[in-house]
């Protein structure tokens, strides 16, 4: 199901009845601004979705006219509040397990979106110094916020691709210049599989990405799924699919559940984002105690490459 709506960062969309309204109201069709005429391509006057989401995530990287966009969208849906920090902690509880736990010193974090606090290579650099971090985006903004803001400990390394996840081939191309292929990486998905219009071609994305990492890499998957109440906010959005707004695909959460075919689960396995090794009073890790309240549309799973892993085993499409 695609919901007409506007990604926000590599995680939320945003409904295109109440923002575009926003954008019309202010901003005329045809009006230039000075960052256009300027050449940056980054307008500071009208919402952009990733700044939004960098809003919500309490960054700095916003203008007055996202958090207005952000408030709008929160005065319509608090609830969106609960899943935006519900989806950021499960990412940085799952990094931090990978780095401690699991002994990991390699990521690729597919879907960067803006930089903001505890990112990927802060939680992995504060247990171990000495990680690499790639990160990988397609969108201008995000490229030009990513090489001043993402810096790395003198031990390790962290770098910015600016290239398209579907061609896994150059992609794995341009991270095997920063990262060793030969030793274990944790590939990191973050709300960003949705971009994909169809399952196939998730699927040959996730089978590029595990058949050229060696066993004992982790695959970490946190992603929308398909419920009740987000297909009726899907029918409230179809006036407005004629803004042309790029869609981001959700599936029921069996789909998401069979990407991880052929690896084993950390325990507790696919679970609610919340719900994912929740830390207790202390800050530790707590498996099934005092477990918060579920989400029920954001689910997130982290799962080992086996030994035993047969590059065929996602060859083929559920549906």
Not at 5 to 30: D, K, Q, T
Not at 189 to 212: N, S, Y
Not at 249 to 278: I, K, Q, T
Not at 312 to 318: E, G, I, K, L, V
Request: hydrophobic share 40%; with cysteine.
């Amino acid at each position: 199901m695609a919901y007409p709506g506007i990604l926000l960062g590599s995680c939320a969309w945003v409904n295109v009845s109440m923002l575009g309204e926003l954008f019309h109201r202010r901003y005329p069709a045809g009006m230039t601004t000075d960052d256009y005429r300027s050449g940056t391509g980054i307008d500071t006057t009208v919402p952009h979705s990733a700044r939004i989401w960098n809003y919500w995530l309490g960054g700095k990287d916003n203008y007055p006219v996202d958090r207005e966009a952000g408030e709008a969208w929160l005065a319509i849906d608090p609830e969106m509040g609960v899943a935006v920090k519900a989806s950021r902690e499960f990412l940085q509880r799952a990094v931090r397990y990978l780095a401690r736990e699991a002994g990991i010193r390699q990521f690729l974090d597919i879907g960067t979106g803006l930089p903001t606090a505890d990112n990927t290579h802060e939680v992995a650099q504060r247990v171990a110094p000495d990680a690499r971090i790639v990160y990988v985006d397609n969108d201008p903004l995000i490229l030009a916020h990513a090489r001043a803001l993402m810096t790395s400990t003198p031990e390790g390394a962290t770098h910015y691709m600016h290239t398209d996840m579907r061609d896994a081939a150059h992609l794995l191309e341009l991270a095997s210049e920063h990262l060793d292929l030969g030793k274990p990486v944790a590939v990191v998905l973050q709300m960003v599989l949705g971009h994909l219009p169809t399952e196939q071609e998730v699927r040959a994305l996730i089978r590029a990405l595990v058949d050229a990492v060696v066993p004992g890499s982790y695959l970490l998957i946190c992603d929308a799924i398909e419920t009740e109440e987000a297909q009726a906010a899907q029918k409230a959005g179809q006036q407005y699919n004629h803004s042309g707004a790029v869609p981001y695909h959700v599936h029921p959460l069996a789909v998401l559940r069979s990407r991880f075919d052929g690896l084993e689960f950390v325990e507790p396995g696919l679970v609610s984002a919340p719900r994912w090794r929740p830390d207790d009073r202390d800050g530790l890790p707590s498996v099934g105690l005092g477990e918060p309240e579920p989400v029920t549309n954001v689910f997130g799973g982290l799962a080992r490459k086996p030994t035993s892993w047969a590059a065929s085993t996602r060859a083929s499409d559920p549906s």
